[in-house]
């Protein structure tokens, strides 16, 4: 359907043929400020508090100076319920270990199921060969509940882990919330891993029960996965039962030493009214995410019920400005914090619309047709998607009603300004570009949107309430303007609790608090300019030191982005003996395209003339394909340490990629240089 001619009259836009970063694109005028969940905090601050603040920059600096005063807020504005009461706010201010909320006992399933009485649906899902079906809140509800008391029956305690080997469908966000309501320890891993990949991480857990799928689909192609399920459960010490999804082969049968989730399921109701959330201590373990483990045993990160309970509160209210009935979408695998995200939404009585299988299949479009279908109003997607889309030649505004589209998330690697203006040119004018960033480590956004601030292209809006994020240089001290290491200068609630096995925290301590002590160093570059707004380009630690000066890989993806003939790239910077180095640049190309002399002279004119010389590399190398994170995180550092001949089993696990044969060609290239 043709998109409406009404978009965009009530709001200011603002677009050159060129786009500049920093350029103005989008400001709410004051009736969308005063819907925003935002302003009402801030009327209840007033109300409530006597506190009064000329602007969001004033917020903020409150937020992060009185730490107490702003976590006790959020609990008092969402009316968190506990059990027991919390003794004080923040026992101990100190990195690592800060405690929060001492003595408050509660549940995140409890209030992420409180959305119950509204009625409606609760969750909404489509697949590759599902339409789009929708699950009551009684169904869903009462669904969570069996499934929480049949574990109970089975001998499922507070704190046993409990792992998902599952797709993205309602049945994974229904095994979390039974998990969780009972105390014990979730933790997920999509089918998209081979049963090595999966043992990397639930190996580490020795869990109790395993959930798992008997295969998905994908780009079309069914995928068996129950070779894969068996050689887990054999391989997991400890397990005492396996729960079979029958998702791809519903007619046959689960195998006799298993339980089938129907029959598991096929029990008397349970009214709310009968069932007990295990109320536990705020720090008690939720979930368990784990790092990409592309250089070494995935990180088993542990986030407690109460931290994420706050984060994820104020992150979906005040950074996303969900609202009761909204949808939210965002294409996520199960093993992705962003699925963590997601579920989070039901915290704000939204609608998670799940999907499961490729984004591009049967056509690049389905996934804005399923924002149409499922009236989304928040749609989340990542740069590397949006690319995609264009490149087809696609503008989901002309071709989609998407009259419920008020938000859209850019988020998983760094956003140019060309890919903020293009949702303006492309999708609706009506809208507001999120653009967020943040990570698995504390499963939430240090830097993001704020609904009452204007959006400017390639620039995220603000820091988030409650993050004291900073730009450090290399003496620890705090920049303004200019590029620095992205750190946490106070602590968070959904900092993790520890790391699952690291006994006495020296892996935890080392993983963030090594190079500035007492500071969180998330490893990842930052800038913050003077009006606030924020640049996450990329990670700290695939730094390219060019004749001294330190510079982005971000910004080498962001110059090469505008040229047509290259899909994708990687940029590594290698150390050579005698001090020298040598930076060669991998691209893979668009159909068609060759990389001949002359392409190679219009990239590094493109280099030169958008950046600097020294983002010129030494060697330009057309590969077959990316390596890339099945979460679609380019492997710029396992890539270096290959190239500078270690061998490949000990620097990337393999089932970790999309793509496991990406590899091939950079172990190729590492044997062909010379020593």
Not at 87 to 96: K, N, Y
Not at 348 to 359: E, H, T
Request: charged content about 20%; glycine content about 10%.
């Amino acid at each position: 359907m043709p998109r409406s001619p009404t978009l965009g009259d009530r709001y200011q836009v603002r677009l050159s043929a060129e786009v500049a970063e920093g350029e103005l694109l989008w400001e709410p005028d004051q009736a969308w400020r005063d819907r925003t969940h935002l302003t009402a905090y801030l009327r209840w601050l007033e109300r409530e508090r006597g506190l009064r603040f000329a602007d969001y920059a004033a917020l903020w600096e409150w937020s992060v100076s009185d730490l107490p005063a702003f976590w006790q807020s959020i609990w008092d504005y969402f009316g968190v319920r506990a059990s027991a009461p919390a003794r004080c706010v923040l026992a101990d201010r100190s990195m690592p270990g800060a405690r929060w909320f001492p003595g408050a006992e509660l549940n995140y399933a409890e209030h992420a199921l409180s959305g119950e009485h509204r009625g409606g649906a609760a969750v909404l899902w489509a697949g590759e060969h599902t339409p789009l079906g929708a699950m009551s809140w009684q169904q869903f509800a009462g669904a969570v509940r069996v499934l929480a008391t049949r574990l109970r029956e089975l001998g499922v305690r507070p704190g046993d882990r409990v792992v998902a080997y599952l797709p993205n469908i309602p049945h994974t966000l229904i095994a979390m919330l039974a998990t969780t309501s009972i105390g014990a320890v979730w933790a997920a891993c999509s089918p998209d891993f081979g049963a090595t990949g999966a043992l990397d991480r639930f190996g580490q857990l020795e869990p109790t029960v395993l959930f798992a799928v008997d295969g998905y689909r994908y780009g079309g192609v069914e995928r068996d996965r129950r070779d894969e399920v068996r050689a887990l459960a054999r391989a997991l010490p400890g397990l005492r039962h396996v729960v079979s999804v029958r998702y791809l082969y519903p007619d046959q049968p689960v195998p006799a030493d298993t339980l089938d989730w129907e029959r598991l399921l096929d029990h008397p109701g349970v009214g709310a009214e009968e069932f007990s959330f295990e109320q536990v201590p705020f720090d008690h373990p939720l979930w368990i995410l784990f790092s990409s483990g592309t250089t070494g045993p995935p990180k088993a990160i542990v986030h407690g019920h109460g931290g994420i309970l706050l984060e994820q509160l104020k992150l979906h209210h005040f950074h996303m400005d969900l609202h009761e009935g909204d949808r939210l979408f965002f294409y996520s695998t199960t093993g992705w914090m962003m699925w963590n995200f997601l579920a989070s939404s039901l915290l704000a009585g939204a609608v998670p619309v799940l999907y499961d299988g490729s984004p591009t299949h049967p056509d690049v479009d389905v996934l804005w047709r399923l924002a149409e279908e499922a009236e989304v109003s928040c749609f989340g997607a990542s740069p590397s998607y949006v690319d995609l889309i264009d490149r087809a030649g696609l503008a989901p505004g002309e071709r989609f009603e998407l009259t419920a589209l008020r938000t859209v998330v850019p988020a998983g690697s760094p956003v140019s300004a060309e890919c903020t203006a293009w949702f303006y040119r492309n999708v609706k004018r009506r809208l507001w570009v999120a653009t967020g960033s943040g990570g698995t480590d504390c499963c939430t956004g240090f830097v993001g949107g704020v609904p009452t601030l204007p959006v400017r292209a390639g620039e995220i809006q603000a820091r988030s309430l409650g993050v004291a994020a900073h730009a450090f240089d290399d003496s620890g001290r705090p920049v303004t303007g200019q590029v620095g290491e992205l750190v946490l200068t106070e602590p968070l609630p959904s900092m993790p609790v520890r790391f699952w096995g690291d006994d006495d925290g020296s892996r935890y301590r080392a993983s963030y608090f090594e190079h500035f002590p007492g500071v969180w160093r998330h490893g990842d570059f930052f800038l913050v300019n003077e009006r606030g707004g924020c640049f996450v380009l990329g990670r700290s630690d695939a730094t390219l030191n060019r004749h001294g000066v330190r510079i982005g890989t971000a910004e080498i993806y962001r110059a090469l982005d505008e040229l047509a003939e290259i899909d994708n790239a990687l940029v590594v910077n290698l150390h050579r003996p005698g001090g020298g180095f040598h930076m060669p640049l991998f691209v893979t190309l668009t159909e068609g395209t060759v990389l001949d002399d002359a392409l190679r002279a219009k990239i590094n004119d493109q280099l030169r003339h958008t950046r600097t010389p020294r983002h010129v590399p030494d060697e330009i190398v057309a590969v077959p394909a990316i390596p890339m994170t099945i979460s679609g995180k380019k492997l710029e550092i396992p890539v270096r340490r290959i190239l500078q001949g270690e061998p490949v089993e000990q620097v990337a696990d393999r089932s970790a990629l999309a793509d496991p044969s990406a590899l091939d060609a950079f172990v190729e290239y590492a044997r062909n240089q010379p020593n």
